[in-house]
């Protein structure tokens, strides 16, 4: 039987919580694996990924496609460091794995997650297209039971054609951000209770019984972190995604999984001089969309 939490005495004989039951943690990881492997023999029964029939090209529509700015993609990788670091140093050495000073790169991994989250509060508000990826429309809606009902049955229609932002990759954004919220707030108070070179720790900053609440918080965002990570790489590794992955390092798509996975009238360009090619010295003209309609 699965324990769902770690309780104590105080001093003053009072029952308390201690976080969650590592329990979880190892379920998580079975969990991931299963997913993972599961999903991977599901697609291989279907007959493998299928790509979609290119959608019509507009006229002029250039080889690159601009999809990810510079600072978007900073904020990725940083963010992924963090989470990474923050996942290793918080469960490996509950397997047993002795990693020296894993309290220090926990909270030094923490603050560079916090750092990194407000700057991409600021960035997505100030320079991004904030409600393109936060807003849920009647037709992305629409979308997502389309995108549902054919990933449950190879006959079900194809469905419509998404925006820069298809209804899945916001799903995964949402639960990501309330997730590492949830990390992240019960973090700030938790490292209130250790030392660090810029404040002095204050362990009765809250009462026992809060402070076991919180810890339970936090390692429910922990261990739900284990099943989105992994399943976020999982998809970023497969072979018909990978083009996905590439556009987080080069910033671009190609004109080819452009048309084929998005709708152009959804996801309107606008021509900029941004990216040179490969091999020459002239630009190249590539296009980005700073706004997207439903």
């Not at 460091?81 to 923050?86: Q, R, S």
């Not at 900053?205 to 429910?220: E, K, M, Q, R």
């Not at 739900?224 to 072979?239: E, G, K, Q, T, V």
Request: hydrophobic share 50%; net charge neutral.
């Amino acid at each position: 039987m699965i324990e769902l939490f770690r309780r104590t005495q105080n001093p003053w004989g009072q029952d308390v919580l201690l976080g969650i039951s590592w329990d979880l943690m190892w379920a998580a990881v079975v969990a991931s694996a299963l997913f993972l492997v599961g999903h991977a023999i599901w697609l291989r029964a279907r007959g493998g990924a299928h790509e979609p029939a290119p959608a019509p090209a507009p006229a002029g529509l250039p080889e690159r496609i601009a999809r990810h700015s510079m600072g978007a993609r900073v904020f990725h990788w940083t963010m992924s460091v963090a989470m990474l670091t923050l996942l290793i140093t918080a469960f490996v050495p509950v397997m047993g794995l002795d990693i020296p000073s894993w309290v220090t790169f926990h909270w030094m991994a923490g603050t560079l997650l916090i750092i990194s989250v407000v700057y991409h509060i600021i960035h997505a508000i100030g320079w991004q297209d904030f409600w393109a990826m936060m807003s849920f429309s009647p037709a992305s809606i629409r979308e997502g039971f389309a995108t549902v009902r054919h990933v449950m049955s190879s006959k079900a229609p194809e469905p419509p054609k998404a925006g820069k932002y298809p209804f899945d990759h916001r799903l995964y954004h949402h639960v990501i951000i309330l997730v590492t919220l949830a990390a992240v707030c019960t973090g700030l108070v938790m490292m209130a209770r250790i030392d660090t070179p810029f404040w002095t720790r204050n362990p009765y900053i809250v009462s026992d019984a809060t402070v076991g609440i919180i810890f339970v918080i936090h390692g429910l965002a922990g261990v739900s972190l284990i099943l989105l990570i992994a399943s976020h790489i999982y998809f970023a590794l497969r072979p018909e995604k990978r083009w996905i992955t590439w556009s987080m390092v080069r910033g671009w798509v190609d004109r080819e999984h452009y048309l084929a996975h998005f709708d152009p009238s959804k996801w309107v360009v606008t021509g900029e001089k941004v990216m040179p090619p490969a091999g020459g010295a002239l630009a190249d003209s590539s296009v980005s969309a700073p706004r997207e309609e439903d």
